[in-house]
């Protein structure tokens, strides 16, 4: 199906919008883009009241607000969804911009690709990586953790200025340098991986002009292409005891090993969720933290409320996306085969209807459920943690950033985009 060919009337799904609201997504086609900007809570209050699943035929995407309906899609096991267009973008591209992204060469990553491919891949990914609450504290995991949060807090913490932007300034880099290490990516490549990771937030998820896509295509092939060599370079001098080293032997219970292609292309993904959401998901703790009581926090346990409150209502992954394999009815609404679903995970964390034991779905469920969850409350916990350490008097000092309707956000990622701090 071309993605230019809306698979839906304009008004599908939307229906007349009850209250005509200037600012219903559902009646203005392209305003979905920004579901999650400002303060969201109304907006999506009234979508899933009334347009739980309506047709958006700017982007032709089929949104999707309830808990109920978006956990029924990624639970699914029959292989009425795939995951196969999850990181094609929601606006075709220009050719241009497809051309220089095509010329990459990037293969599909773990979470686009459906079973049966999918079942040996993430057995083959998962089977070296922390997915578990026990894994990541496992004492050499959880100590590269501290130390390496440790050492870029000390180095933040010593800026004679003592003032800076928290994202930049400590996030990107301390997330960086944690699952760097992890994984065997070599420090100096870091800061370039934290920019060319924004560029397929934009790529896929927003609607990039011209310039902004090209930029961002160059970008995700030269990340393709420097994944791509790191591991080239392991196929014949291992550095030891690292992800990439674990991948690139790791054979399965078939005698199958990893492509080097796929050893690439799991590395670029990660790459672009650690250096993408993660520093995010630090800035957002932070700043629950500050504005609820007292600094530097009192208990472990309070940080790790913290984390657990960003999951669970701020995730800085606001969105997800499914196709369809066939017709199906959802909210009493009828969805063609071949259609993109946009999955608003953040209105299914603010659904006062789903059951109260519901899972959270910040980190999707069912067979993609994300692999990083453990890894990932953890590394947020360290990084939080041995900020406080290291500034113990730290303070936000612009309240503007903490003001949601001055946040960028597309239809996927959301959340601050920077904080500014003094210690
Ligand atoms: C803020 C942090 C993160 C968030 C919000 C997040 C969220 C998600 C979500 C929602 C999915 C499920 C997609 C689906 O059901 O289709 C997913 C899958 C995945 N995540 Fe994460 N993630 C995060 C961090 C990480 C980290 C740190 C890693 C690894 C280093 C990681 C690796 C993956 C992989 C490989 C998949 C695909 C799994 C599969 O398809 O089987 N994520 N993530």
């Known amino acids: 199906m071309a993605l230019t060919q809306p698979t839906a009337r304009a008004d599908h799904g939307a229906g007349r919008c009850p209250q005509g ?47 109920q309906d978006i956990d029924t899609v990624l639970r699914d096991a029959t292989g009425t969804y795939s995951t196969a267009l999850s990181y094609t973008p929601i606006r075709p591209l220009g050719t241009t911009a497809d051309a220089a992204l095509a010329a990459g060469g990037a293969v599909p990553v773990l979470s686009s690709t459906d079973p049966p491919e999918h079942t040996r891949f993430r057995q083959a990914m998962t089977a070296t990586f922390p997915t578990t609450d026990r894994a990541v504290r496992a004492p050499d995991t959880d100590r590269a953790m501290a130390e390496e949060t440790a050492a870029v807090a000390a180095t933040f913490a010593a800026d004679p200025g003592r003032t800076g932007d928290l994202l930049t300034g400590y996030a990107q880099p301390a997330v960086m340098a944690a699952f760097g290490r992890l994984a065997g990516v070599p420090r100096a490549g870091h800061r370039a991986v934290v920019a060319q990771a924004a560029a397929l937030t934009d790529l896929v998820w927003g609607r990039p002009d011209p310039d902004r896509q090209l930029q961002a295509a160059h970008a995700l092939a030269g990340l393709w292409t420097y994944c791509a060599d790191l591991v080239a370079r392991r196929q014949h001098l291992p550095c030891g005891g690292d992800l990439l080293d674990a991948w690139t032997a790791h054979t399965g219970a ?61 995730s800085p992954l606001v969105g997800w996306l499914r196709s369809t394999t066939r017709e199906v009815e959802l909210a009493g ?3 063609p085969a071949g259609a993109r679903l946009l999955l608003l995970l953040a209105s299914a964390h603010r659904d006062p209807d789903r059951a109260p034991n519901a899972p959270s779905l910040s980190f999707g469920a069912g067979i993609h459920y994300c692999p990083g969850a453990a890894y990932t409350r953890r590394l947020v916990h360290h990084a939080v943690t041995a900020l406080a350490t290291a500034c113990p008097a730290l303070t936000l000092t612009d309240p503007a950033d903490t003001d949601p309707t001055r946040w960028n956000s597309n239809t996927g990622v959301g959340g601050p985009t920077h904080l500014t701090v003094s210690w």
């Open 333 to 335: 609404t009828t969805v």
């Open 21 to 67: 609201g200037a600012h219903c997504p559902a009646t203005h086609p392209g305003a979905i883009l920004t579901h999650s900007a400002g303060t969201p809570d109304a907006r999506y209050t009234h979508l899933r009241e009334h347009h739980p699943v309506f047709h958006d035929p700017e982007f032709d995407l089929w949104v999707l607000s309830r808990h």
């Open 254 to 314: 078939d005698g199958e090993r990893m492509s080097p292609a796929e050893v690439a292309s799991t590395l670029m993904e990660q790459l672009i969720v650690v250096g993408e959401l993660l520093p995010r998901a630090v800035v957002t703790t932070v700043a629950g933290l500050r504005a609820a009581g007292p600094w530097p926090p009192p208990q472990d346990g309070v940080v790790s409320e913290a984390v657990e409150t960003t999951f669970r209502y701020h």
